[in-house]
């Protein structure tokens, strides 16, 4: 009598297992979202507001205006002098003889030829590193918040499935405390059940916490102001799409970010050199004065040259040898860098083929296989073909599977947003749903 009467109060508590299966959250019972978001309005939104990616905007309309400086003309110089000349005679008869003098002067002057050029293309140079940071910047903070998005949606469903199962072994715990069990197998069963209960309390705890911190973490971006418990679309990741690496690798090669920036810095260098090849051969100024004496008879004075220092003491080897020495050193660390992201791209392809094939474990559909099995064991549990020992594994491992699956979203998500990175793809977030 005991058996059917617990038989049959499993079954009541058990039948709305069902639930967590679904992609909706499972508590059924709590408030729905006020708003519904889809990855790329997120997207889009932390783009729009994001500060981090305007410094980086910013930092490269500095670059570009300081380019523009470096080719900007040097000013003239301008001299205005005056004062009094006297003059003594010879003859001690004669009066001496007095007046205003006064002198004005301009200069103007010149880089050498070609180095007003060459300091325009470097500035340019670093300008355009400066909008290859930025745009690293941009695709970062995208799959940072696709990411976080996925993050916090998977943790939503590990927290509703937590709570659920909660739920229900706290109902078969006030069940069994009010009846005698004196049987050690009928005690054990009431201990397994409170250490049961109490071990998903603990469980549903720290996936608030968790859930309470991926919040924070994509607010970050977001900046919800009164949404605190937002809901988000996040497509399901199938792994049925199979990536061609000579494809990939073509795309790391031509659209990395490191590599755009490390072949910018080899050019600089080369720039760099040659500017300091043409320090040796000094600037010059081209200048002219004119001066007026009124002491006794008037005087006038037109004068104008050129100037320019002469490269005796400083002729810029040192200046030519570091910068050669920094070709060398750029394109060596280009090279590197190309070895390096192959071999990364061989690593990173290598984990998704076994993150995607670990996706094809655990689809969607197989949710709802799961339900069914379920709900099977709970009719041969009601016959009395399966204990209550029995029932409780199968509850475990049914969450083990769903969090093994949600598990396997995560992973499969990392390795295709770090390939994406790696080359550089940001048209890949508009595609996530192939995947």
Sequence with gaps: MFRFILSLTILLLTAPVGVVFAQTPLDQSKEAP???????????????????LKSSKLRTEEKRFSAQQAKAWQNPE???????????????????????????????????????KLRGEIGNLEADIAQVKANEMELLIATDVMRLSYEYEIIQRKKDLAENRQKRFELIQ??????????????????????????????????????????????????????????IEVPWLEGARELEKSAWST????????????????LSAEKENRLAKRQNIPDFSIFGSYAQEKAGDTEQFLTGGISFPIPIFNQNRGGIKSSARRIEAESALLRFNEQQLQSQLGQLYGEYQVARETVTHYPEVALATLENQLRDMEREFRKGRVNLITFLELDSEVGETYER???????????????????????????????
């Design 34 to 52: 006020q708003e519904k978001h889809s990855l790329q309005s997120l997207i889009d939104r932390a783009l729009t507001q994001s500060e981090l």
């Design 251 to 266: 795309l790391v090669q031509e659209r990395n970010f490191n590599l755009l920036s490390q072949r910018l810095l080899v």
């Design 174 to 231: 006030t069940y069994l405390s009010g009846h005698v069990f004196a049987s050690p197998q009928q005690r054990a069963e009431r201990l397994i059940v409170e250490r049961r209960v109490h071990n998903l309390a603990t469980e549903a705890l720290r996936f608030r916490a968790a859930l309470k911190a991926a919040y924070e973490k994509l607010n970050l971006y977001v900046a919800w102001e009164k949404e605190a418990t937002p809901q």
């Design 405 to 435: 699956t949600l598990d396997a979203q995560l992973n499969l998500l990392d390795k295709l947003l770090a390939l994406s990175f790696l080359a550089g793809d940001r048209d890949f977030i508009s595609r996530i749903s192939e995947f």
């Design 78 to 116: 301008i001299g205005i002098s005056g004062g009094r000349k006297q003059s003594s005679p010879q003859d001690p008869q004669e009066s001496t003889k007095s007046g205003l003098i006064y002198e004005a002067s301009i200069s103007q002057p010149f880089f050498f030829p070609g180095k007003q």
